[in-house]
């Protein structure tokens, strides 16, 4: 079965600080990946997805980068937070053959920064 | 536990009693819908999906019905649970090839004893 994974489960870090979230996939090859924020009060919002290694897009433009550099890992980072990047990032995947395809989240990490 | 959100709509439910929760999704292209609930500090589960073609949809104590006139989504529960409690959101997928889901903002169901 497949199963998806990202730590840290919470981080607090000082505005200016770099960042770097990772997600893991198992049991599935060449998934598509998501990064999400989740703020409160709101809807999900998609970052990045990627459908294949080294292959990213950014849907907002923003002080945060993603990259894939393993078929089943995907890494979100920043190299300076600001206090707007305090949320709930959650990380997902999908299969990749397109179509009606329900994305599969993992557990999230809360980001807190001061 | 994480509190996913604070200002969201809340619906209270007694327990035993049914739920509906509403969804109005905006784009009259979307043809692929999904319920997800979310726990406090938990990542979104899948509970239940529907295409356009249908207009409803039933799994187990859940009902899915879709009204595209009025773009329209509900997710209905059954028999509510303690184990309910969570928030609820909708996803929609435009049929734009290449087009990523659509989240709305949630609903928070509360279930009272």
């Known amino acids: 079965s497949q199963t998806i994974h990202q730590w840290p489960a919470t981080l607090v870090q000082p505005v200016g600080s770099p960042l770097s979230l990772e997600c893991t996939v198992e049991g599935t090859s060449n998934p598509n990946l998501y990064w999400y924020r989740q703020a409160a009060g709101r809807g999900l919002q998609l970052l990045f997805y990627?459908?294949?290694?080294?292959?990213i897009s950014s849907e907002v433009p923003q002080n945060l980068s993603a990259s894939r550099p393993q078929d089943r890992q995907f890494i979100l980072s920043s190299k300076k937070l600001l206090l707007s990047d305090s949320g709930f990032y959650l990380c997902?995947?999908?299969?990749?053959?397109?179509?009606?395809?329900?994305?599969?989240f993992g557990p999230g990490t809360r980001l807190t920064v001061l | 536990g994480e509190s996913v959100g604070l200002h969201l709509p809340t619906l209270s439910v007694q327990e035993g009693d049914n739920s509906i929760i509403n969804c109005a999704y905006s784009n009259s292209a979307s043809d692929y819908f999904i319920w997800y609930k979310q726990e406090s500090g938990k990542g979104p589960q899948f509970i239940i999906d529907?295409?356009?073609?249908?207009d409803k949809r039933q799994g187990q104590r859940v009902t899915v019905l879709l009204n595209k006139t009025v773009k329209h989504l509900s997710l209905q529960i059954a028999a509510t649970q303690p184990g309910d409690s969570a928030v609820y959101f909708c996803?929609?997928?435009?049929?734009?090839?290449?087009?990523?889901?659509?989240f709305g903002p949630g609903t928070r169901l509360s279930v009272l004893p």
């Open positions: 529907i295409r356009s073609n249908m």
């Open positions: 996803a929609e997928l435009p049929g734009d090839y290449g087009q990523n889901f659509v």
């Open positions: 990627s459908v294949g290694i080294g292959q």
């Open positions: 997902a995947w999908s299969v990749s053959s397109g179509g009606y395809n329900e994305q599969f």
